[in-house]
């Protein structure tokens, strides 16, 4: 009888021992898949930023571009306003020097 409890609580110690180890192996295992994710997700996050700075650039390179464009046609019609103005100017100079004259030359 004391045999069959020795028995017994070998068993049950040896049941524990197995228990602990496969408790250690899936503790390890788990660690090791946070670690597989966690590099993984390293790996997409630094994809994803890399493909977001070359936009970037790409956008900032692109609108330099556009920026030249944009100042070419700004002083193009800058150009033609001026030219419009000094049009504008020497077309009703005469009518303007004679109204001036005869106000100041009216005498009431």
Same mark, same amino acid.
């Given at each position: ?66 920026? !030249? ?21 020497? !077309? ?13 030359? !009216?005498?009431?």
């Amino acid at each position: 009888m004391a045999n069959q409890s020795y028995f017994g609580i070998r068993q049950l110690l040896e049941a524990e021992e197995q228990a602990q180890d496969i408790i250690e192996k899936a503790r390890r295992q788990r660690l090791e898949h946070l670690k597989k994710a966690r590099a993984k997700a390293e790996e997409e996050i630094e994809a994803y930023r890399q493909e977001k700075e070359q936009e970037f650039k790409d956008q900032f390179a692109g609108g330099g571009s556009d920026e !030249a464009q944009l100042q070419t046609e700004l002083d193009i019609k800058t150009k033609e306003d001026i030219k419009n103005m000094k049009a504008a100017y020497e !077309a009703k100079k005469k009518d303007i020097v004679s109204l001036i004259l005869s106000t100041v030359s !009216a005498v009431d």
